[in-house]
């Protein structure tokens, strides 16, 4: 029987946001493929750093070996690579005693049409061609900038997710209203609207799968809940009303919850420390990136059109 991977939470990761690739890929652009290839081969066995992915694959994979009755996440690398030069990846992979097993290698070819062959739900790399690919495809993605690794190695304790809201967890629908109207526009409509649920964003389908896991973890989990997710938006009074009542309607948990009103996000996201943050705004992410490993989640480019 075939192993059925829509039982899983499927993290998707290029080799560049689970390593520090920086300098290999800085060859690349300088000095071409057949240069990389090269120095990929007579690299061989030296093993790659984390980069600004690898604390949230490592956290999340540690959730099988706590919860050994049932397995709850898989990752699966999806690399431009070659096979010839997958190698020192592997290596690296069984250096950290990660639990990856799968391999989508394209020789070059974009990636996004095989992640739904992997049933990914989230999807995560450094090379923004493929994160809109997987965007315009319906998969939630996170372009993963430079920064922190969060890794230390230690026991797992928590796993923390920070999510922004409009255009992230919801769909872009009011955030459109007040970059094309203004904030006195979006706070009205808010208002009016405060009783009706939002629509969902690209990553309502991922909360929702984290709040399910939650529950189903805190039975086995002997001490704090594994999994803290936190909402950090620049929604403040009257506005955070209707995201409320639309997490209430979803039946999800979102354990922290900051309303901002437009006050900087990198210290209540230095303060929170999560694995990973997602925000749709680059200015945003560029803040946020000097302090905790972030990622951007581009706008579908249909939308843009519109």
């Known amino acids: 029987m075939a192993y059925d991977l829509t039982n899983y939470l499927v993290i998707g990761i290029s080799s560049r946001a689970l390593f520090d690739l920086s300098m290999e890929n800085e060859i690349y652009e300088k000095q071409g493929l057949e240069a990389y290839c090269q120095y990929q081969l007579e690299h061989e066995s030296d093993i ?35 096979a010839d030069t997958s ?24 990636v996004a049409k095989y992640l739904n062959a992997f049933d990914v739900d989230l999807f995560l790399s450094a090379t923004e061609e493929d ?11 996170g ?8 890794s230390n190695g230690k026991a797992l304790q928590q796993i923390r997710i920070a999510f922004d809201g409009d255009a992230v967890l919801f769909s872009e629908e009011s955030e459109n209203i007040y970059q094309q109207q203004g904030l006195e526009a979006f ?22 799968t984290l709040s399910y896991l939650q529950f189903q973890l805190d039975s086995v989990s002997k001490g704090p809940t594994l999994i803290r997710t936190a909402l950090v938006t620049a929604r403040n009074s009257p506005a955070h009303e209707r995201v409320i009542r639309t997490l209430r309607a979803w039946n999800v948990r979102v354990d922290e919850t900051f309303f901002l009103g437009g006050v900087s996000k990198d210290q209540v996201l230095a303060a929170f420390a999560p694995h990973i943050f997602f925000d749709d705004q680059h200015r945003h992410c560029d803040e946020a990136s000097k302090v905790v490993p972030t990622a951007r989640v581009p706008y579908p480019k249909r939308e843009k059109a519109d």
């Not at 690898?54 to 070996?65: G, S, T, V």
């Not at 020192?88 to 394209?106: G, M, P, Q, V």
């Not at 372009?143 to 969060?150: E, F, M, R």
């Open 187 to 208: 706070i009205a409509h808010e208002k009016l609207n405060a009783k009706l649920p939002l629509p969902e964003g690209p990553f309502a389908k991922l909360l929702k």
């Open 143 to 150: 372009l993963i900038y430079d920064g922190p690794s969060q």
């Open 131 to 141: 994160v809109q690919a997987a965007v315009e495809s319906q998969v939630a993605s």
């Open 87 to 110: 190698l020192r990846i592997s290596n690296s992979i069984d250096s950290y005693n990660l639990d990856i097993t799968r391999a989508a290698f394209t020789g070059g070819e974009p």
């Open 48 to 82: 790659l750093q984390p980069g600004t992915g690898f604390a949230l694959i490592e956290a999340m994979l540690k959730i099988n070996q706590i919860d050994r009755e049932h397995r709850h996440i898989e990752v699966v690398i999806v690399s431009r690579n070659s």
